[in-house]
T-cell receptor, first 112, second 113 residues
Framework: GEDVEQSLFLSVREGDSSVINCTYTDSSSTYLYWYKQEPGAGLQLLTYIFSNMDMKQDQRLTVLLNKKDKHLSLRIADTQTGDSAIYFCAESMGGGADGLTFGKGTHLIIQP | EAGVTQSPTHLIKTRGQQATLRCSPISGHTSVYWYQQALGLGLQFLLWYDEGEERNRGNFPPRFSGRQFPNYSSELNVNALELEDSALYLC????????????FGQGTRLTVV
């Protein structure tokens, strides 16, 4: 079945770059997403990438997709304390958000 | 533009009772999705409504049900509550049927004691 794997924790120093990694198993995934969840809040869609793209950049965020290895990463440049949250990777073949498969999330911890 | 809103923010119920959770999608969005985020289990898809119809449901028992109203708002009902139903219930909306770019609400924290 479909599976999305992420590391549970990542600790970085303020000002450094954070790289959050994700692997997925469904080769027919068409859309890949990164969501951010701050404590006590819902999910905020950060960015997404189509499977025919290798990279997408949006201000401090860079998404890299290696379709051959089914590996997705989110790089946050100049990490700030406000970036402290859980980051979820999700994949979908399209056709509705019921088809979204989420990873269990990576807790990003910022050290001063 | 207002985002997806959910109420109540927190809900405490006793085992065996019923819980009703509410969601208002972003204005103009017709599809509403419900997800359960239980500790250690990640996000699990529960139900999908579009134009008042149930389009799909996840692997949950029938005591999880819901509906969508003509104004596209939605209710999630959980009957015969069990302790394991304690979770954050997230509602999401998309602009149209089949869209995957989902916008989430802040969730309802349901605690069953």
């Amino acid at each position: 079945g479909e599976d999305v794997e992420q590391s549970l924790f990542l600790s970085v120093r303020e000002g450094d770059s954070s790289v959050i990694n994700c692997t997925y198993t469904d080769s027919s995934s068409t859309y890949l997403y990164w969501y951010k969840q701050e404590p006590g809040a819902g999910l905020q869609l950060l960015t997404y990438i189509f499977s025919n793209m290798d990279m997408k950049q949006d201000q401090r965020l860079t998404v890299l997709l290696n379709k051959k290895d089914k590996h997705l990463s989110l790089r946050i440049a100049d990490t700030q304390t406000g970036d402290s949250a859980i980051y979820f990777c999700a994949e979908s073949m399209g056709g509705g958000a019921d088809g979204l498969t989420f990873g269990k999330g990576t807790h990003l911890i910022i050290q001063p | 533009e207002a985002g997806v809103t959910q109420s109540p923010t927190h809900l405490i119920k006793t085992r065996g009772q019923q819980a009703t959770l509410r969601c208002s999608p972003i204005s103009g969005h017709t599809s509403v999705y419900w997800y359960q985020q239980a500790l250690g289990l990640g996000l699990q898809f529960l139900l999908w409504y579009d134009e008042g119809e149930e389009r799909n449901r996840g692997n949950f028992p029938p005591r999880f049900s819901g509906r969508q109203f003509p104004n596209y708002s939605s209710e999630l009902n959980v009957n015969a509550l069990e302790l394991e139903d304690s979770a954050l219930y997230l509602c999401a909306s998309t602009p149209f049927l089949g869209d995957t770019e989902a916008f989430f609400g802040q969730g309802t924290r349901l605690t069953v004691v």
